[in-house]
């Protein structure tokens, strides 16, 4: 019984640690932009905006779609896509 309670002692603390901030919310991405690059990137790709993840990231590029980096990350996004596409990576 000892051992339970000190392994969910243990679960518990380090949930806590870890924090509750959902990594894949749309304003998650919006103020990480590199990680939305990367995320919506990989998503267009590989054609399949069905997860949420690349959901989130696709809404969070267009909310943020006047930012200069956010120009840049769709235009690096788009490329990347296309040289993937014809198999030139």
């Known amino acids: 019984m000892?051992?339970?309670?000190?392994?969910?002692?243990?679960?518990?603390?380090?949930?806590?640690?870890?924090?509750?901030?959902?990594?894949?919310?749309?304003?998650?991405?919006?103020?990480?932009?590199?990680?939305?690059?990367?995320?919506?990137?990989?998503?267009?790709?590989?054609?399949?905006f069905i997860p949420t993840d690349c959901q989130n990231s696709r809404s969070a590029m267009n909310r943020e779609h006047d930012k200069p980096d956010v120009i840049e990350g769709l235009k690096a996004a788009r490329k990347k896509a296309i040289q993937v596409n014809i198999g030139g990576e």
């Open 2 to 48: 000892k051992k339970i309670i000190v392994v969910a002692s243990v679960l518990l603390i380090g949930s806590m640690a870890t924090g509750c901030e959902d990594k894949t919310s749309v304003e998650w991405y919006m103020s990480h932009h590199e990680d939305m690059f990367a995320k919506y990137t990989e998503c267009l790709v590989n054609h399949n």
